[in-house]
């Protein structure tokens, strides 16, 4: 299996080379040269299977240069019940009302669904480092979940530094204090003036001068990392076997949409030929994606109108993933691709607007903070579960765009305890905290504030590395 930029240009790599890279020289994405296809003689083969043996069977489709043996000790020693609270299922379904269902991928270290992914990254970056005899120095941003779940998937890794930034008192008290806590001396921290989308483009910038990242050795643990996506695949299948009986069912997904790495796994599931009737994207107050599956506009928004909410790892107007699902939309002319994602705002015309849904499965909704607020209450009043700001928003608008005789699966994003001021606004109670994490905003912090400047950045890299 080869990768290719979502830009066209370069040449075709296998999957270790991008694993290390991140984003393509062109400035583009990677993708797959094709999707592999999955057919009902595979599907009945896996459904039952264990989510290690399942997440090793989807990988093996894409990765043909780590030995299979190897492959398959790496994902089962990441999707360890130890490692995943305890779960045996490691994401476990649960039915709120018939249809209806809320698949839990919060059993991770941090809490959150990027654990599901980043677990494994961490592992695959080990065994490459390991096997090539390199270092990797990581640049990540984070709104929130990506942050922490890289670091503890990080921490103590041989061959790895990670240097996360994240938007200046922008999170949540719990989410700093999950990474600021950190004492580890392969990671460092650095809060940005600004918004998540600063942090972003920073990382784009260094990731685009070829000659720093190539010697500084900079990659990249966000999702336009793609073995970070691939690694989502994996819980898509994992849903469906779970809700559904037999191959000629189909179901649907609700997911709480930010950068849009989250829904572009449930897109290239849905291309691999898993029965995906939709794709629901759901947002917050910051609502371009919304705004683009309503009416054809991409208009990424600055700064300034950027809205702070509670639910504030959606907190994102320029979702880097999106340039995935559009190469696949535009047939990957690179050409047409590159037009696109480097002008100020793009419309598609009528036709892929239409072809977005029929062909794609795609549809949309938004929520306010106080539908999230009604939506916390009304879960733990009628099904008995406590839930997080950016599931509520995804639950909000499952409800809404529930089509009948489809089950509707939302993606959990973290646990209610990350996000406390927002569900006491809800419930009037503190929200349960895991045994461990109490008193963790208490802890002794390392961390940095830095200007929206990526020389700033690059200082702070190049101190750390003793250049």
Not at 39 to 49: E, N, P, S
Not at 374 to 402: F, M, N, W
Request: proline share 5%; with cysteine.
């Amino acid at each position: 299996m080869k990768y290719l930029s979502t830009r066209g240009g370069g040449e075709a790599k296998r999957f270790c080379d991008i694993l290390l890279e991140g984003l393509a020289e062109d400035g583009g994405l990677y993708l797959p040269e094709r999707y592999p296809q999955v057919d009902a003689a595979t599907l009945a083969r896996w459904r039952g299977l264990a989510y290690p043996e399942l997440a090793f069977e989807i990988l093996s489709l894409y990765i043909d240069d780590i030995p299979a043996a190897d492959l398959q000790r790496i994902c089962a020693q990441t999707y360890r019940a130890e490692v995943f609270g305890g779960r045996v299922e490691i994401t476990p379904l649960h039915e709120l009302e018939p249809g209806l269902f809320l698949e839990e991928l919060s059993n991770g270290p941090t809490l959150a669904f990027k654990d599901m992914a980043m677990q494994l990254l961490g592992a695959l970056f080990e065994y490459e480092l390991g096997r090539r005899q390199e270092q990797l120095n990581i640049l990540g941003a984070t709104s929130g979940d990506t942050g922490s779940a890289a670091e503890y998937a990080m921490r103590g890794r041989a061959g790895v530094n990670v240097f996360m930034l994240s938007p200046h008192g922008r999170m949540s008290p719990f989410q700093q204090a999950q990474m600021f806590s950190l004492q580890d001396k392969n990671i460092h921290n650095l809060a940005v003036r600004g918004v998540f989308d600063d942090c972003q483009d920073i990382v784009k910038a260094v990731s685009n001068d070829l000659a720093y990242k190539k010697s500084r050795k900079i990659g990249t643990v966000n999702s336009i990392n793609w073995a970070r996506l691939l690694a989502q695949v994996v819980y898509y299948f994992a849903g469906y076997f779970q809700a559904t009986r037999s191959n000629e069912e189909r179901v649907s997904f609700t997911v709480p949409s930010g950068n849009f790495g989250n829904v572009c796994a449930g897109h290239v599931a849905r291309q691999m030929g898993l029965p995906i009737a939709q794709l629901v994207v759901a947002t917050n107050e910051n609502d371009v994606l919304d705004e683009f599956f309503r009416t054809g506009r991409y208009a990424p928004r600055g700064a300034a109108y950027t809205h702070a909410t509670s639910s504030p790892s959606m907190d994102i107007s320029k979702a880097s993933n999106f340039e995935r699902f559009i190469a696949d939309l535009f047939g990957r002319e690179g050409a047409r691709v590159r037009a696109a994602f480097t002008a100020p705002a793009f419309e598609i015309p009528a036709a892929d607007r239409e072809r977005v849904a029929t062909e794609f499965g795609f549809a949309s909704g938004s929520s306010s903070h106080a539908d999230r607020l009604a939506t916390i209450r009304s879960c733990q009043q009628r099904y008995g579960r406590l839930i997080d700001p950016h599931t509520a928003d995804g639950l909000k608008v499952a409800v809404e765009q529930r089509q009948a005789g489809v089950p509707m699966i939302v993606l959990e994003t973290a646990l209610p305890a990350k996000f406390a001021e927002t569900i006491v606004e809800a419930t009037g109670a503190q929200p349960p905290r895991p045994a461990g994490l109490e008193g963790i905003e208490n802890l002794p912090k390392r961390v940095q504030v830095l200007d929206a400047d990526i020389g700033q950045v690059r200082s702070v890299i190049d101190a750390a590395l003793g250049l």
